[in-house]
């Protein structure tokens, strides 16, 4: 590797100490018995890091979460490459220099702490490639600099939040959600319990109640879903769909939905073909994603549907003429990442790459640039594999 490579940057510093210097800070931390005492009570999981950011020392509940017996396998890593964070080889300097760094929580925290000296505490949203909470959970970064051995280091103790924050996302969408559309409800109960209602607008009345009725059954299902694919718990069961019907689907679900007030929902163009796939879960993937689409865009605006196929499979692609952020790109998938503070849509986006990679043995992602706006690709093979449905 091109040592200036490996030095590269967006963040944090990518240089590391080698396992002589490594070693020699672990025992001089470990003859400080008081300070390995002190990590051990630590109530949550917790770790010690020298001045590059490297582990040389953590708890047994640090272990415990990783699935380590032996401390010294961490040694040299840092935080995201022990916990196996999503991004933490994006860059080959490691855990802290790739461009979702910036973002990070932890990273930041830890950061900071070592350049004031004070200590820090930050949020942070995890991406990882293990089972837990789909892959996604929420934890409190607290930072505190230690001098031991003569050395300058930082203790870093990580609270797991997740049930906390999916209470609060619960809330804020969920209940959000469900009562709007409760509401809708009441409002065409009381019109259509006056006595003298116009056949055409009780006609309307109805379509609409039964709309609205679909509305509610779709999000408590969806968030039942959600949950059980969380826990592992949720089994695909696949058969034939045509990509034309699911996104005939999904457009006749969201035509009259009220997050399509003023907008209109079209379709380009879908390839002939027949998928091996669970249709419920693809129906909530691209419903999802339709939905946040047009939550995304003013009145008046387009978002439009496609599906083409590959000998890989079938490509379903979202549109919508915005542009996200930078910052908003960087952790678009992430549970409990907001952009609205008061009805945050991150469940969303968190909830397709969880059901396409986890249960549909597929692959998303997106690109937003100017002057494209922002398209959303869900590819799924033509058979989903026997490991995802199992």
Avoid at 301 to 329: I, K, W, Y
Wanted: net charge negative; proline share 5%; charged share 25%.
């Amino acid at each position: 590797m091109n040592p200036a490579e490996a030095k590269k940057t967006y963040f944090a510093p990518a240089e590391r100490d080698d396992a002589k210097a490594l070693e020699a800070q672990r025992q001089a931390f470990l003859r400080d018995r008081l300070a390995v005492t002190m990590l051990e009570a630590f109530p949550d999981m917790a770790m010690v890091l020298n001045g590059r950011r490297q582990i040389i020392a953590a708890n047994r509940r640090m272990l415990s979460a990783v699935g380590v017996d032996d401390p010294r396998r961490l040694v040299g890593l840092r935080p995201g490459e022990a916990v196996d964070c999503l991004h933490a080889h994006d860059m080959p300097g490691g855990c802290g220099t790739g461009p979702f760094c910036v973002t990070c929580g932890s990273a930041n925290a830890i950061v900071q702490c070592l350049s004031s000296r004070m200590p820090v505490s930050r949020e942070c949203r995890l991406l990882t490639h293990g089972a837990r909470d789909g892959g996604a959970f929420d934890v409190r970064v607290e930072a505190v600099c230690l001098h031991a051995g003569g050395d300058d280091m930082v203790v870093v103790a990580l609270r797991d939040i997740s049930a906390e924050k999916r209470r609060r996302v619960l809330e804020r969408v969920f209940f959000h959600d469900l009562l709007n559309t409760a509401g809708g409800i009441r409002s065409i109960a009381d019109l259509m319990a006056q006595d003298a209602l116009d056949p055409e607008l009780e006609a309307e009345c109805r379509r609409d109640l039964l709309d609205l009725s679909e509305q509610i059954v779709e999000e408590i299902a969806a968030q039942r879903e959600l949950l059980a694919a969380e826990s592992g718990d949720l089994k695909s069961r696949a058969t034939e769909v045509a990509p034309r019907d699911a996104i005939d689907a999904v457009i006749a679900m969201y035509r009259n939905h009220t997050v399509a007030h003023q907008r209109t929902l079209s379709v380009v163009s879908v390839d002939d073909g027949v998928l091996w796939t669970d249709p419920v879960l693809l129906r909530r993937v691209l419903g999802n994603l339709v939905k946040n689409a047009l939550e995304a865009v003013p009145q008046g605006a387009q978002v439009t549907l496609s599906a083409h196929s590959s000998p890989d499979g079938v490509t379903f692609r979202v549109h919508n003429p915005g542009v996200m952020p930078a910052e908003v790109q960087r952790q678009v998938f992430q549970r409990s990442f907001s952009t609205k503070a008061d009805s945050g849509r991150g469940i969303g986006t968190y909830s397709v790459r969880l059901l396409t990679e986890r249960y549909l043995g597929g692959r998303v992602g997106f690109v937003s640039e100017e002057p494209h706006g922002t398209t959303f690709h869900v590819t799924l093979p033509w058979r989903i594999p026997e490991e995802a449905s199992s």
